[in-house]
């Protein structure tokens, strides 16, 4: 997220990490798929693979990290170590790795749900007129996480970029693929970079983004009807990594309730693509089919 932008290292060396133990964290599983949240940090996702396999996708170096939301308002007098920072509800927790609340867990063999208070990222304290909610399910190669926000507070915050949602890396996943075009789902080059740090944009016109490594291997991110993305990759070598996050323009403001639906999967370039494709012509079907009738 782009409260990395800046100062990330400063985390490094006042030694701000955190770590959880097994017991802490939880996972779903089907044939194809892992995932896994850390219920010590806001239950936010942190773990993310193919079934059975040794290596981690996803980072959760700190409380910011991880896939999780986190949503953006005025400047509230809060100071990020010694940067002047914004009204910033996270669900893992503040800079200073203080973790936010998880209110209520539970979870059966095909679903992960948690209702989490956040945090403030610079001020730290607990934002109890912010709920956030995450409910997960796995179907086949996907991985679907339900997000929802409720802001209940009294002030009205200007319109910002807001992270939907902000998705951290293993830092060998260095390649950001999308398609940026104006000819969607039609197969189509793909565009490819290593983006470099601070923050840069990019379009993605599949509504899907993707990190891959060396081998064109590695992560992807469908969030339907969003359009663009920011990303970075932080390259200190004690805490690498890869970021991105699709972004939607919108104001906090009293009684706000948003809700959006990310799907993640895993494989080669090309499978990801193709996933995706699949599912956005399976909900396009969807859409389009008729009401049901109650005329006999």
């Known amino acids: 997220m782009n409260i990395h932008s800046v100062l990330l290292f400063i985390l490094v060396s006042l030694g701000i990490t955190g770590t959880a133990t097994a017991e802490e964290w939880a996972y779903l599983d089907n044939s194809y798929l892992r995932i896994g949240i850390d219920k010590s940090r806001g239950a936010c996702i942190g773990y993310f693979a193919p079934k059975g396999a040794k290596e981690n996708l996803l980072d959760h170096f700190d409380t910011g990290r991880f896939l999780q939301q986190s949503y953006y308002g005025d400047p509230d007098g809060s100071q990020w170590v010694d940067k002047p920072w914004v009204y910033n509800p996270v669900q893992g927790g503040s800079y200073k790795n203080l973790p936010s609340k998880v209110t209520e867990y539970h979870s059966n063999p095909n679903t992960l749900f948690a209702k989490i208070t956040p945090r403030n990222w610079a001020g730290g304290q607990l934002l109890s007129e912010v709920t956030m909610t995450e409910t997960i399910t796995l179907d086949d190669y996907f991985a679907k996480i339900d997000f929802e926000m409720n802001y209940d507070g009294t002030k009205t915050h200007k319109p910002r970029h807001q992270e939907l949602p902000a998705v951290f890396v293993r830092a060998e996943y ?45 992560i992807g991110i469908y969030v339907p009807g969003i359009t663009e993305a920011t990303c970075y990759r932080y390259q200190e070598a004690t805490s690498a990594c890869s970021y991105v996050a699709p972004i939607k323009t919108f104001a906090l403001t009293p009684g706000l309730k948003h809700k959006y639906t990310v799907y993640l999967t895993c494989g080669s370039i090309e499978q990801i693509r193709l996933r995706f494709k699949v599912l956005q012509a399976s909900s396009a079907d969807s859409a389009s089919m008729p009401a049901p009738s109650n005329s006999p």
């Open 174 to 218: 260095d390649t950001l693929v999308t398609y940026t075009g104006d000819a969607p789902w039609t197969g189509a080059e793909l565009h490819r970079r290593k983006p470099g740090f601070p923050n840069e944009s990019v379009r993605m016109t599949e509504n899907w983004v993707a990190y891959v490594n060396k081998d064109d291997v590695g």
